[in-house]
């Protein structure tokens, strides 16, 4: 089983900028996609951003040129850089694959707030 971990969160001014992180605890070399996917309050978890093992990228439309997702397989991290932050971008945000693997656990995510 892998646990994950996120960080990077936190409270940010429309038009900032946050980078999250997603720390495994075991290898990743082996997951094709990976993905972040964030919880807006009172909605469904969406798919935000994907990354395959070739470094090909995929981005839900809201987020398309403002959020880049990148990954080090030797550190078993995974990254997510977000600018020109929207309030519509506060939620939780959670790492795992893409789809979602029962043998990678849901981390608790990291809160992220954009608000004035």
């Known amino acids: 089983q892998v646990q994950v971990v996120e960080s990077g969160g936190g409270l940010v001014q429309p038009g900032g900028s946050l980078r999250l992180s997603c720390v495994a605890s075991?290898?990743?070399?082996?997951?094709?996609?990976i993905a972040w996917y964030r919880q807006a309050p009172v909605k469904y978890r969406e798919l935000v951003a994907s990354?395959?093992?070739?470094?090909?990228?995929v981005y839900t439309f809201s987020v398309k040129d403002r959020f880049t997702i990148s990954r080090d397989n030797a550190k078993m991290t995974v990254y997510l850089q977000m600018n020109s932050l929207k309030p519509e971008d506060t939620g939780v945000y959670y790492c795992?694959?893409?789809?979602?693997?029962?043998?990678?656990?849901w981390g608790q995510g990291t809160q992220v707030t954009v608000s004035s």
């Open positions: 075991g290898t990743i070399s082996d997951i094709y996609a």
């Open positions: 795992n694959a893409d789809p979602p693997l029962n043998r990678i656990s």
């Open positions: 990354i395959t093992s070739n470094g090909g990228t």
